[in-house]
T-cell receptor, first 115, second 111 residues
């Protein structure tokens, strides 16, 4: 059963603590992405990775860190430097399809609440 | 700057009516995606449009792409309550490997 899994679904943390969100895919996709979504808003790109051991900052990388040591895993750490971390976090992966579509698939998301 | 704009942001419509959501993007791309998001859920892929003039239809939804105008439309025919959701368009830029998302259109279909 192929797909993208994110855990946990809900996460609660105290302000000042670092927290790591998990993202795993068994689709054999090369590229992986992390997005943040605030209530009633669109998706903003945090970090993305095209291949193992390489990643790039997105539009809102400050206060976040990632690693890509394995093709199937792309964990996101929300550090205490992130000023307003409460949000819905979505992980995605993509692959070049035969038609060149670069279709992107999303995980179920992690809702992080920091108090 | 890479920008993707959708309008309207909010849409409330009666069942059985037709309407169109517009997606404009600032820089040329030939890959345009439409997604649906239900409240509290992740994004579900609806359509992938790959070339100028591409048209795809699924049920009451039809998407089209005009790359020269940098415009995509999502047309809703005879809306039903089950179509109530937020719809996003996104553009892929192969040079940067990034997807840029629109602001989303929150659709509410009233019975």
């Amino acid at each position: 059963d192929g797909g993208i899994t994110q855990s946990p679904k809900y996460l609660f943390r105290k302000e000042g603590q670092n927290v790591t969100l998990s993202c795993e895919q068994n689709l054999n996709h090369d590229a992986m992405y992390w997005y943040r979504q605030d209530p009633g808003q669109g998706l903003r790109l945090i970090y993305y990775s095209q291949i193992v051991n390489d990643f790039q900052k997105g539009d809102i990388a400050e206060g976040y860190s990632v690693s890509r040591e394995k093709k199937e895993s792309f964990p996101l750490t929300v550090t205490s430097a992130q000023k307003n971390p409460t949000a819905f976090y979505l992980c995605a992966s993509s692959i070049v399809q035969e038609d060149g579509s670069y279709e992107q698939y999303f995980g179920p998301g992690t809702r992080l609440t920091v108090t | 700057e890479l920008k993707v704009e959708q309008n309207p942001l909010f849409l409330s419509m009666q069942e059985g009516k037709n309407y169109t959501i517009y997606c404009n993007y600032s820089t040329t791309s030939d890959r345009l995606y439409w997604y649906r998001q239900d409240p509290g859920k992740s994004l579900e892929s609806l359509f992938v449009l790959l070339s100028n003039g591409a048209v795809k239809q699924e049920g009451r939804l039809m998407a089209s792409l005009d790359t020269k105008a940098r415009l995509s439309t999502l047309h809703i025919t005879a809306a039903v309550h089950d179509l109530s959701a937020t719809y996003f368009c996104a553009v892929f830029y192969s040079g940067t490997y990034k997807y840029i998302f629109g602001t989303g259109t929150r659709l509410k279909v009233l019975a």
